[in-house]
């Protein structure tokens, strides 16, 4: 019913810019949470950014902050991941997830388990 299709990734050297996109269908997002999470080799899944769709708050986990940028498509319903200064330990599978009625729970958005519908990911491998 709600499908979640990542795409964008893919392999880049260190210091590039990747930018990864999030298509949202089935759903409206108007009192949603739009969140990015990414899971490397042995390590658990980790929060990367989050956008609120109706307040348009965006929180960053810091070791992503300054460098990637979240923003919004209202009239596609898409949600984008702007990567810049990549570095070898932001390789990872890169998710995005849809948290329903989530769009007001601000830093709580950082937990995975509050979202309810997930992407198959995207692959994004940055070589030194």
């Known amino acids: 019913q709600v499908h979640v299709v990542e795409s964008g990734g893919g392999s880049v050297q260190a210091g590039k810019s990747l930018s990864l996109s999030c298509a949202i269908s089935?759903?409206?997002?108007?009192?949603?949470?739009v969140g990015w999470f990414r899971q490397a080799p042995g390590k658990d899944r980790e929060f990367v950014a989050s956008?609120?769709?109706?307040?348009?708050?965006?929180y960053y986990a810091n070791s992503v902050k300054g460098r990637f940028t979240i923003s919004r498509d209202n009239d596609n319903f898409k949600v984008n991941l702007l990567m810049n200064n990549l570095e070898p330990e932001d390789t990872a599978v890169y998710y995005c997830?849809?948290?329903?009625?989530?769009?007001?729970?601000?830093?709580?958005?950082?937990?995975?388990?509050?979202?309810?519908?997930w992407g198959q990911g995207t692959q994004v491998t940055v070589s030194s």
């Open positions: 956008i609120s769709w109706k307040y348009g708050s965006t």
């Open positions: 997830a849809v948290d329903y009625l989530g769009a007001g729970r601000g830093r709580d958005s950082r937990f995975a388990s509050q979202y309810d519908y």
């Open positions: 089935g759903h409206d997002l108007s009192s949603d949470g």
